[in-house]
């Protein structure tokens, strides 16, 4: 799997998970910073829903409590959410490439 199958992947997984529409956004750097704005929006109903989420995609505690105190906080939140989910493409892919003929996982 090359970059670009990758990023379509998060993006098209960020876009079913937040509600953000990211057609037509091709740099990393804009997917954050519309994320950000979805993160500040979630972390505007309360804490439980914000929390509940960084649990829901196994966000670091260490690396949330220092991206908290950043003054740009939502950006630097929305980096760890989106690295997290390219993280999980790439592992999915790898284990699908590597798992691909082994019969005895076969359900």
């Known amino acids: 799997m090359n970059m670009d199958q990758e990023q379509e992947i998060v993006n098209r997984e960020l876009e079913a998970e937040y509600g953000i529409s990211l057609h037509g956004i091709v740099s990393e750097q804009e997917i954050i910073e519309s994320l950000a704005l979805q993160v500040g929006a979630i972390a505007a109903k309360g804490p439980d829903a914000f929390f509940q989420l960084m649990y829901r995609l196994d966000i670091p505690e260490k690396k949330l409590t220092l991206a908290m105190i950043d003054k740009e906080a ?4 929305a980096k760890l959410i989106y690295n997290r989910q390219l993280q999980k493409v790439r592992s999915r892919a790898f284990y699908k490439k590597s798992h691909k003929n082994d019969d005895d996982l076969a359900w």
């Open 74 to 77: 939502a950006i630097e939140i």
